[in-house]
């Protein structure tokens, strides 16, 4: 049986983001990973229970692992604190990869859950800054390597030295 990938729910077309859209990767190598049944979707904010659509959330104070840690915080345009769901989202997360044995993510850029190397700033005004999200920190905390979806060659070398 072939090695698992955790992969953004959005990633597949799932209509899960916070503005009920879709972040669908087009790409035959993701394509072919799915009929070999490699794929393990997740929506960290959907497990977590959050409604869909939802309000857009930041980090501000830092980046998914100063989450972990209690020294930032999530924050949306309506001024509600979503910090426990989105750490509830990562754990849940984290368990479904650990029951497949994932030592691979493919994750959505950008997300507050799901960023590897960019995030927002957490002022709600569109600002990017390197960081990662709360999710993304939490599985490579547990030792499963995250790629963004402009990393799929990284991911197929990876996948291939498994
Ligand atoms: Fe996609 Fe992750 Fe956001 Fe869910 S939490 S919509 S999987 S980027």
Redesign the pocket.
């Known amino acids: 049986e072939g090695a698992r990938i955790l992969v953004?729910?959005?990633l597949l077309g799932e209509p899960?983001?916070?503005d009920a859209g879709h972040?669908r990767l087009l790409d035959e190598r993701l394509a072919h990973w799915r009929m070999e049944g490699r794929l393990v979707p997740?929506?960290?904010?959907?497990a977590a229970g959050l409604p869909t659509p939802r309000p857009a959330a930041e980090i501000l104070g830092g980046s998914g692992v100063d989450v972990l840690a209690g020294r930032a915080h999530l924050v949306t345009q309506e001024g509600d604190d979503p910090t426990d769901a989105f750490r509830r989202g990562a754990e849940l997360a984290l368990a479904i990869a650990q029951r497949h044995h994932c030592r691979l993510a493919l994750?959505?850029e950008g997300?507050p859950?799901?960023g590897s190397s960019t995030i927002y700033d957490g002022n709600l005004q569109g600002v990017k800054r390197p960081g990662e999200g709360v999710t993304t920190a939490l599985l490579r905390a547990h030792g499963i390597t995250v790629y963004s979806p402009d990393q799929l060659d990284e991911l197929t070398q990876h996948l291939e030295r498994l």
């Open positions: 953004s729910a959005c899960v983001r916070y972040k997740v929506c960290p904010e959907v994750l959505t997300s859950s799901c």
